[in-house]
C-alpha cells in the first residue's frame, strides 16, 4: 500500500532543514510534548509530512487590514472609552 505524501515519514534532520528550527529545538519541544506531532519507534523518531506542513499552517500570521479589525484592533479603542465612561461615573 503506497503512501500519500502527507503520510510519508521524514526525519528530524529533514524537519530542521524544512522548518529552519534546530534538531535541539525540535528536541525540547518533543520533550515538552508540544510543537510539531511525532512518531516515536523505540529511539527513532520521524514526523509525518502533513502534520509539518499543518503546524506551519497553522501559525501562520494574517496581517491583513480586516484581520487586524477581526482582532479586535479597532474593538480595543471601543473598550478603551468604555473604561474611561465608567470610570468617568465612579469620579461623578
Known amino acids: 500500500m503506497p503512501f500519500t ?4 515519514l521524514i526525519t528530524e ?3 530542521s532543514e524544512y522548518t529552519k528550527r534546530s534538531q535541539r529545538q525540535l528536541q525540547r519541544d518533543r520533550a515538552a510534548r508540544r510543537g510539531i506531532p511525532f512518531v516515536l519507534f523505540e529511539t527513532q523518531v520521524r514526523y509525518r509530512r502533513g502534520d509539518v506542513r499543518s ?9 491583513t487590514l480586516d484581520a487586524r479589525t477581526d482582532r479586535g484592533v479597532n474593538s480595543n479603542r471601543s473598550s478603551q472609552a ?7 461615573k ?3
Request: net charge negative; charged share 25%.
Open 5 to 8: 505524501d502527507d503520510e510519508e
Open 13 to 15: 534532520a529533514e524537519v
Open 55 to 63: 503546524y506551519i499552517a497553522g501559525h501562520l500570521v494574517d496581517c
Open 82 to 88: 468604555a473604561m474611561q465612561a465608567v470610570s468617568s
Open 90 to 92: 465612579a469620579r461623578a
